[in-house]
């Protein structure tokens, strides 16, 4: 058996249904008028408490040790993590325990699909915690038309197509300069006499470490923007200036895709490292 393969096939046909399940539960609640904070718990009980009960791997105590064993794959393996510890370590393991220690008609390829739809449930559960502000735009709408749940690898669920389309229409008044947001060069902002310009300033907080505090790491990038926006006296409501200003954090981090010739906080390393030079040696 190629594990690896069958694992993938049972992991994106059960996520497939587990999302067509949740838009259809979601449905059903709005047409009931359900308070949405009261499906969302409805919804996470069910995931974390009901719906594991029915797979057999997290009730037996042997293949509960199977499973404890597949979730230290990247400990024991550094590539085809999944097919390595089923052929070495699972396998052997599942073939030494008794038939009467089984439940009926149990297989290993059972065991893979159950680890599956357990791994289906994390990460469901993970997304709708993650992503509940675009859920919720979902809900109070109406309009499941578009609904999935994905992981946005990295880029902020605010900042996704989705998630601006569902908002200008639950918002449509903070959309009124919409056609221009795309065209945001960025203007020669003047945060004091010198004419620091946006992208200095974040790159400064950069270089002192502003974005690392634990305070500032828990806040969602349209709640930090807010929060630049006021410390530049600017309205912390302005989507361009939000926007802007995201782009500019977004950038410094090399890995991520935002447009570099756009947003430039990048680029101005060593310039803010010559300003807190002069700010130490009181020149500023």
């Known amino acids: 058996m190629n594990y690896e393969k069958e694992y993938q096939y049972f992991y994106n046909r059960y996520y497939s249904k587990s999302e067509k399940l949740i838009k259809q539960l979601l449905i059903t609640e709005k047409i009931k008028g359900r308070n949405v904070d009261i499906v969302y718990n409805k919804l996470g009980h069910y995931l974390t408490t009901e719906f594991p009960t029915k797979i057999l791997a997290t009730t037996n105590p042997k293949l509960k040790d199977l499973l404890q064993l597949f979730e230290k794959r990247f400990k024991y393996y550094e590539v085809n993590e999944i097919s390595s510890i089923f052929t070495y370590e699972i396998k052997t393991s599942f073939n030494k325990i008794e038939v009467s220690e089984l439940p009926v008609g149990y297989t290993i390829r059972k065991l893979l699909i159950e680890i599956a739809i357990l791994n289906i449930l994390d990460e469901i559960s993970r997304l709708l915690l993650v992503n509940r502000s675009l859920f919720n735009r979902f809900y109070q709408l109406d309009d499941f038309t578009d609904f999935e749940i994905k992981d946005y690898k ?69 709640s930090l923007a807010k929060i630049i926006a ?55």
């Open 154 to 222: 990295g880029l902020s669920v605010e900042d996704t197509s989705i998630y601006r389309v569902l908002n200008e229409k639950l918002y449509p008044d903070s959309y009124t300069n919409t056609d221009y947001e795309d065209f945001d060069f960025e203007e020669p902002e003047k945060a004091n006499e010198k004419g620091y310009s946006l992208p200095v300033v974040i790159a400064l907080l950069n270089e002192i470490g502003f974005f690392e505090l634990e305070k500032i790491k828990n806040l969602s990038p349209t």
């Open 230 to 284: 006021i410390i530049q006296l600017k309205d912390p409501n302005n989507k361009t200036t939000n926007r802007a200003i995201s782009g500019n954090i977004r950038v410094l981090n090399p890995d991520n895709k935002e447009d570099g010739f756009k947003y430039t906080s990048h680029k101005h390393a060593e310039k803010v490292k010559a300003v807190l030079n002069e700010i130490k040696q009181g020149n500023q």
